[in-house]
Nanobody, 121 residues
């Protein structure tokens, strides 16, 4: 079993920046990718960004390119999204996600509990 714990989040003014993090722990064999999703009130959960463990290849939602970045510390199994130039429409619960592979090659997806980010003056 793998646990994902998010930290950070909170209230930020429009135009501001916010750093959050997500640490994976537990019975980890290999986490080959970590990602972030978000869900705004009354909307479906949507993809934000993803990063792989081997080549650190990043993928971003088209609407967020240039404002959001993601990095990964493989030694700590921790992912760090950085959100800049925040807008009120970025208000959402942000969820950490991990793709885990067991030593037997089985893959499972894990989710964090979510971190509230509110952009408001």
């Amino acid at each position: 079993q793998v646990q994902l714990v998010e930290s950070g989040g909170g209230l930020v003014q429009p135009g501001g920046s916010l750093s959050v993090s997500c640490a994976a722990s537990g019975n980890i064999w290999r986490i080959y990718a970590m990602a972030w999703y978000r869900q705004a009130p009354g909307k479906q959960r949507e993809f934000v960004a993803r990063i792989t463990d081997d080549t650190a290849t990043t993928t971003y939602a088209d609407s967020l390119k240039g404002r959001f970045t993601i990095s990964l510390d493989n030694d700590k199994n921790t992912v760090y999204p950085q959100m800049n130039s925040l807008k009120p429409e970025d208000t959402a619960v942000y969820y950490c996600y991990a793709d885990h592979m067991s030593r037997w090659g089985n893959t499972l997806a894990y989710w964090g509990q979510g971190a509230q980010v509110t952009v408001s003056s």
